[in-house]
């Protein structure tokens, strides 16, 4: 197990790397917008996807820039067919995430794989996303298709399922009549994280329902109630509404870790 982590490290460092400023403004000149628009400070940041198709197979590079303070960047290349290409994206976007206060892993990687997804049918190569697929899950259905190339899957990172699974779906946990809850919801929209507290948090979760349909619970602990201040204040500094917050996965780690230690 440590030898195939210190592969994917090796792996990941020989792929992954800063854009200096240089090499922004070589990339705008190819660029057709979003990057001027982070120059000239239209936009804050921008997402960008590079495709090659040669006789070596398909590589994509992958990049962010962010010109909120300073112009800066980060670049990852990798091949499709790479077994740990899943692997190797998500950890560049955790990367960017800590880096950069404007970033959501888990919808920067959507975000490089529509990009992706939509070269690939550029290039006529027929593709399925991984959610349609799930969709269509026990329904006997056969893929196919007359392109010489086939079909590429392109994998989509449902937020709530992989959330759940993160807090090895605890939120599904019974509820005990007249205990106390500290619960997470994630607002798939924007990313946030709600920390908040309820006696009953799955009726919590349906109330909310009706005014915001994409936030949905994905942990909760019977604890304390003060425990919900305790959690607001170590993650003040990645306040950002109300109940809301800014949380990287490596903050979760921190707040599960925080959790199992009451």
Request: negative net charge; contains cysteine; hydrophobic residues 35%.
């Amino acid at each position: 197990m440590q030898s195939e982590e210190k592969e994917l490290d090796e792996k990941f460092f020989k792929s992954c790397f800063t854009l200096s400023k240089e090499d922004i403004l070589k990339f705008d000149e190819e660029d057709n917008g979003p990057i001027n628009n982070v120059l000239i400070r239209l936009a804050k940041h921008c997402y960008g996807t590079r495709l090659y198709d040669d006789e070596y197979g398909l590589l994509v590079e992958m990049f962010y820039v962010n010109g909120k303070h300073e112009i800066k960047g980060d670049i990852i290349q990798l091949q499709l067919n790479d077994k740990d290409y899943f692997k190797l994206l998500l950890r560049f976007c955790n990367l960017l995430a800590e880096n950069y206060e404007d970033v959501n892993a888990l919808m920067a990687f959507n975000t490089f794989q529509q990009k992706l997804r939509g070269f690939l049918e550029k290039r006529k190569i027929v593709t399925v996303s991984s959610l349609e697929l799930r969709n269509l899950k026990g329904e006997n259905n056969v893929l196919a298709t007359t392109n010489e190339r086939g079909i590429y899957i392109v994998d989509f990172i449902d937020q709530k399922k992989f959330y759940r699974e993160f807090f090895n779906n605890i939120h599904d946990n019974p509820i005990e009549i007249g205990k106390n809850y500290v619960y997470l919801m994630v607002n798939e929209e924007t990313g946030l994280i709600k920390i908040g507290k309820s006696i009953n948090p799955i009726y919590r979760e349906r109330t909310l329902h009706s005014q915001e349909p994409s936030v949905h619970r994905i942990a909760m602990w019977c604890c304390d109630q003060q425990v919900e201040k305790e959690l607001h204040k170590l993650f003040k500094h990645k306040h950002g509404r109300g109940e809301w917050f800014k949380l990287t996965l490596r903050d979760l780690a921190i707040l599960e870790n925080h959790m199992n230690g009451l």
